[in-house]
DNA sequence: TTGTTTTGTCCCGATATATGAGATAGGTGT
DNA sequence: ACACCTATCTCATATATCGGGACAAAACAA
């Protein structure tokens, strides 16, 4: 049986998730305060499955006593809440504070220190965009100290098949999606279309990979390389990528940013709630 | 302008948050633990407006440096984040909670306890739905004690248009949007049907007022009290409704629900991170 | 430039505060 | 009936928190 969900409002309902044998959590660096620490230790104990006091005592290395003044302390004011027969879960407070947090954290504020130093490190062109009806949106852009300009700008929208940074947004999509996307764009292709056979099949190599590159595809003796950004649930939100002319580029050099891309790439995304790899 | 919103993920970059003068927040209850409760406070003094370290010190009346020492906890594990220029604002961490907490709060368990207490003081039958489809999908239902048994079952999808429970989930779309609905269940509808004038006209008090009502329409004979459930963002994600046979039901008896009804539908959204009205 | 007022950061003694052992009460299952 | 599990409460101890104050650096004004 496959979730419910509600078609209009996007909400999904999951089953209550199951109690497995939850590992034992070190805690962090009791950094400053111990009882703060230790109260967000708590809440972070119950992220995987709810848990009674004594199991968040043994897990914690805590006393009961000052697990249940914590608990409840965090449980009064909704961070926690106090199911009957499950123990301590998550509670309403962290959906309204994600909330929050949604409204004030923003793409390229956010990744703006991030860019800079991908900027700095390798010395070429340095974009940000996100998906934005059918194409890539630049939302930043830091040109490179080489002497050559990389023609774009902020606002502009680019292709999503043609470029490294509209590749990376289209990592996660089904092979329907490439084919639907690739024909919006092209105008052609199709099982017996051998360009889209070849874009397909780098496609999967790069969707392996978690990167993507761009080999003057889009822009005569300009190459990419892209890779993608997540948010808390794990999607694709956005993309990056390091441009530069060929000359800079060769295949050498590129196989090495992917790694310098990635990095940075997954930088941003812990900066957005990603919690994976 | 409009924000840009992603058309594939969703996701919205809203610009900063402006930063108006903000009320002095009285903190809660230091139920427990005085210094978990001041980094709870200190969180929650940061959701409308970044504030530096003596605004906050102000605003909760606590030592400067007390704030530093809990608010660079929180900052060190993700809670806040402190950018330059602009102070402290709520962290990645909070999104990443946020959607663990939404994977464990399901809906039919949340509002459970919410709808056997209205059950119990109402006497009739509950029942608890969310949009599928185009229809009000039956999530769970409570029998009330009345001689009389209404006919419906968890798993269920009735109309939208004629219902109480329908009707409720539609309070926020617009009047394009309920045409639209309308034509699609009734197979009529339009600017020249009084049927649908009159319904249109209906579901206006019902939007201004937040409730809603069947009056015999689904089934001969039963009448409903329905009203909306939402979630951290405002939007109606489910909805809830009494109903009972014509005879338990006046129209003074229903006017006197709306309350008890719309009472029972708040606890539950608040129950969902909701924090409006 | 210089002076003024912010910012965040750090130190350290006094004491308020969190701690944890243990006891209590209410369930649940055998 | 028992044993064993919850969560909750009390209280003496000492520890971790508190806050005054000092600091460097940056932002701002003159």
Redesign the pocket.
Known sequence: MDNLKSSRTGMIFLPPAGRGVAAKVEPRSAAG????S?GLDLIEAVVQTPA????LSKRLG?????V???A?ALADRGYLK?EAGE??MLGAKLLELGHAARRQINLPRVARPHLEALCDSTGDAVHLGVLYEDKALYLDKLSGTRRVEIGSRVGERHPLCATGLGKSLLLDCSEMEWLEIYRAETGHGGAADPAYAAWVEQMRGYAAGGYSFDLEENEDRVRCVGAPIRDETGEIVAAISVSSVAQYMSDDRMAGLVATVSSTAGAISRALGWSGR
Request: no cysteine; proline share 0%.
């Open positions: 305060s111990q009882t703060l230790r009674t006091l004594s199991e805590i006393n009961r006593s000052t249940h003044r914590l409840s106090l123990g301590y």
